[in-house]
């Protein structure tokens, strides 16, 4: 991951450093399929009482102990613009704005305080005094909610076989991520917040060059923001959250020419 950032940043460096000599500009679109990955989700609590544990007992918790559990997501819907430009020698730039949508499908593996509490009755981190009748793994089963990731990204990539109709290529780019995350499972809100945190891309793919100015386009896209912190809405806490996906995407691009 430290080797994909590094990348990322160092060619998006160089485009900027040429920048003056564009030979052609371009505007682009194209509509996809995201690929959100499994996140491992944990956090620190802050001081709380559990709810009733199923035999009429309760648990203080202590601040800092240590929580956490994994969240499988579905596949969803990837959206792209970019506006970029053509160098020399293969070379282009791009300033993408992104947009992908993904549902929550289930959460496993719930532990608080190193120790799973996927048989405990779900009371305990619902805050009922009174047992509700199903286990905590058993309601969060039950996933609902979504995570959205709305970026700009600052682009470079490098054409191949520019004399061919069929040109593959590579790229990397850096930007900024706004990241909202909703956990409801079995409709207790757990999550609902959102933050911006820093984010990375690597790409492939191939363009198609038509006879006008149009060109059509596929890619594929590795992209992952750090880790986002959240705070819990069910009891006192932050979680942090995992933010990859591959997105598989089509689109066309329009040339304005030299």
Same mark, same amino acid.
Do not use: C
């Given at each position: 991951?430290?080797?994909?950032?590094?990348?990322?940043?160092?060619?998006?460096?160089?485009?900027?450093?040429?920048?003056?000599?564009?030979?052609?500009?371009?505007?682009?679109?194209?509509?996809?399929?995201?690929?959100?990955?499994?996140?491992?989700?944990?956090?620190?609590?802050?001081?709380?009482?559990?709810?009733?544990?199923?035999?009429?007992?309760?648990?203080?918790?202590?601040?800092?102990? #240590?929580? !956490?559990?994994?969240?499988?997501? &579905?596949?969803?819907?990837? $959206? *792209?613009?970019?506006?970029? =430009?053509?160098?020399?020698?293969?070379?282009?730039?791009?300033?993408?704005?992104?947009?992908?949508?993904?549902?929550?499908?289930?959460?496993?593996?719930?532990?608080?305080?190193?120790?799973?509490?996927?048989?405990?009755?779900?009371?305990?981190?619902?805050?009922?005094?009174?047992?509700?009748?199903?286990?905590?793994?058993?309601?969060?089963?039950?996933?609902?909610?979504?995570?959205?990731?709305?970026?700009?990204?600052?682009?470079?990539?490098?054409?191949?076989?520019?004399?061919?109709?069929?040109?593959?290529?590579?790229?990397?780019?850096?930007?900024?991520?706004?990241?909202?995350?909703?956990?409801? #499972?079995? !409709?207790?809100?757990?999550?609902? &917040?959102?933050?911006?945190? $820093? *984010?990375?891309?690597?790409? =492939?793919?191939?363009?198609?060059?038509?006879?006008?100015?149009?060109?059509?386009?596929?890619?594929?896209?590795?992209?992952?923001?750090?880790?986002?912190?959240?705070?819990?809405?069910?009891?006192?806490?932050?979680?942090?959250?995992?933010?990859?996906?591959?997105?598989?995407?089509?689109?066309?691009?329009?040339?304005?020419?030299?």
């Amino acid at each position: 991951m430290k080797l994909m950032k590094s990348v990322a940043a160092v060619s998006v460096g160089l485009v900027i450093v040429g920048a003056a000599s564009a030979q052609e500009y371009y505007v682009g679109g194209s509509i996809g399929f995201t690929q959100q990955n499994d996140s491992d989700n944990s956090g620190s609590t802050g001081a709380f009482t559990t709810g009733n544990l199923g035999d009429g007992s309760t648990l203080d918790v202590a601040a800092g102990t #240590p929580y !956490g559990w994994s969240t499988e997501f &579905d596949g969803g819907t990837a $959206f *792209g613009a970019e506006f970029g =430009a053509r160098y020399g020698s293969g070379l282009r730039s791009g300033v993408e704005f992104v947009y992908s949508q993904a549902d929550v499908d289930t959460h496993t593996g719930v532990t608080l305080g190193g120790g799973s509490i996927d048989a405990v009755d779900a009371a305990a981190i619902a805050g009922s005094a009174e047992p509700l009748g199903a286990t905590v793994a058993a309601v969060v089963a039950d996933g609902r909610g979504e995570i959205t990731n709305t970026g700009i990204f600052l682009n470079a990539y490098y054409d191949f076989n520019q004399a061919s109709a069929l040109q593959p290529y590579v790229g990397a780019g850096i930007g900024y991520v706004d990241v909202d995350v909703t956990y409801q #499972p079995s !409709g207790i809100t757990v999550i609902d &917040d959102s933050e911006g945190k $820093f *984010g990375y891309q690597v790409k =492939a793919g191939a363009t198609w060059q038509l006879q006008n100015q149009w060109e059509l386009f596929g890619e594929y896209a590795y992209r992952a923001t750090e880790d986002i912190e959240l705070d819990n809405q069910l009891f006192p806490g932050t979680l942090d959250i995992e933010n990859t996906q591959n997105v598989f995407s089509i689109g066309a691009r329009y040339r304005f020419g030299s």
